[in-house]
């Protein structure tokens, strides 16, 4: 019996380390550089599109949205998606940068809270976001 639990506790744990390794947390998501994650441009004002990224995350079903500007051309919006019976968390960082009076660029990076593809069947997000916006925008 008690090699039976030995051998349940290891397995586990190698089931355990290749799960865990590679997960994203919402500071990792934070931190990536800018220029990863899929961009749109959209032919609205800046401020009409940090409204509507602002309003629409939440409806979206991300929680947890903290929005940064520490720019007056570029906001960050970072939140998560809890576990669902179809994933296992997300976190979702949309960069809403200002290109010209009447041109904002949107570009979404996101990662799962646990491996990618080893035990999700995420939704993506790029198109969730870009969908979601083209919905209340046009």
Not at 4 to 15: E, H, K, Q, Y
Not at 18 to 44: H, I, Y
Not at 68 to 86: C, E, L, M, W, Y
């Amino acid at each position: 019996m008690k090699k039976l639990l030995i051998r349940t506790g290891v397995v586990w744990f190698l089931i355990a380390i290749p799960l865990l390794s590679g997960c994203a947390s919402v500071n990792s998501v934070r931190a990536a550089p800018e220029f990863k994650g899929e961009e749109r441009l959209f032919d609205v004002s800046y401020e009409h599109m940090v409204g509507t990224v602002e309003t629409m995350l939440p409806l979206l079903g991300l929680e947890n949205v903290d929005k940064q500007s520490n720019d007056p051309r570029i906001t960050v919006f970072v939140g998560t998606h809890g576990v669902t019976a179809a994933s296992w968390g997300e976190v979702v960082r949309v960069i809403v940068t200002e290109v010209d009076v009447a041109k904002t660029s949107v570009r979404v990076y996101w990662r799962s809270k646990f491996r990618d593809g080893l035990i999700t069947s995420a939704p993506d997000w790029n198109e969730e976001v870009f969908a979601g916006i083209e919905e209340r925008v046009f």
